[in-house]
């Protein structure tokens, strides 16, 4: 997925805990093909090999799981959009070789294509279709989450009763410690990622991280970040780091990126307005904002 995972598990022995690690190392790499950008063959190229041609008919796991990212995008008014596919890397390509802005003219243009609406599902057929040519798809700001989720849950068909499952700062966390306490989690000082600014004690809860210190570029002495406004085709700026604690995984992770799209303000409204879900915003100048019901350590 490119990311690197690090998964824990509460074990008898380590045979044992081994084991448990390479159910979860195998059901990572299943969803990985199954919604990777990179293989000809996944459902998510096929889906977008014909866009503006046919319907495919995908697998019920992915049906459902397009059917509920859309149910975000309608929630987020469009912050979040599986369809972001369709900017491509002559936009924007957050490694050394960037040395210059996009004009906002030309990524305007190239956002007309990121339209959630124009995802077409139909149920009785469970077949997919990308209603405007050289629409994409992808699972970039959904399928880490997921990942660690399903992951977890195939663990906990094992009988493991405990254990951590972390995407690259997306992580879900089950059951507790072999000293009895919850996991402590530390969340990200953005200026200085390996050193948290904080800690929480979680368990059945997932946490997930949007920032830019993650991926970025510097142009002029500006840093960019990789989390880009579907509605403008420019980077957001402002808000170093999103964190959001939920009961899923996925949806932590589905929720980190578009409240930094939608703003301070926007975004704590609406993590206020949904059942046990918790965000912590740091903005540009290191100030901290939370919602409702967090106490910070």
């Known amino acids: 997925m490119g990311n690197q995972f690090t998964i824990t598990v509460v074990a008898e022995n380590e045979k044992e805990g081994n084991e448990s690690i390479c159910l979860a190392v195998a059901e990572i790499r299943r969803i990985e093909q199954l919604l990777t950008t990179y293989k000809n063959d996944s459902q998510t190229n096929l889906i977008n090999e014909n866009a503006g041609i046919r319907p495919v008919t995908v697998s019920l796991e992915v049906f459902n799981l397009i059917e509920r990212c859309i149910g975000i995008s309608k929630i987020t008014q469009g912050a979040f959009d599986i369809s972001y596919g369709s900017i491509d890397k002559s936009l924007w390509n957050f490694d050394k070789s960037m040395t210059k802005l996009p004009d906002a003219a030309t990524a305007l243009k190239m956002v007309h294509l990121i339209d959630y609406r124009n995802i077409i599902l139909d149920k009785e057929n469970t077949t997919v279709f990308l209603k405007e040519k050289g629409m994409r798809i992808g699972f970039g700001g959904i399928g880490k989450g997921y990942a660690a989720e399903m992951a977890k849950l195939v663990l906990l068909k094992h009988n493991v009763q405990s254990g951590i499952i972390n995407a690259s700062g997306d992580l879900s966390a089950w ?123």
């Open 175 to 297: 059951g507790f410690q072999p000293n009895g306490k919850k996991w402590t989690i530390g969340v990200a000082d953005p200026d200085a990622p390996a050193a948290p600014f904080s800690y929480m004690e979680v368990s059945d809860k997932a946490v997930a991280t949007s920032g830019n210190y993650e991926k970025f570029v510097t142009i002029k002495g500006t840093k960019y970040s990789h989390t880009i406004n579907p509605k403008t085709g420019l980077p957001i700026t402002g808000i170093k780091s999103v964190t959001v604690i939920a009961a899923n995984a996925e949806f932590a992770d589905a929720m980190a990126t578009p409240i930094a799209v939608m703003g301070i303000k926007a975004g704590l409204y609406l993590i206020d307005q949904i059942p046990d879900i918790y965000c912590i915003i740091i903005d540009d100048n290191n100030t901290i904002y939370t919602s409702k019901n967090i106490n910070l350590k």
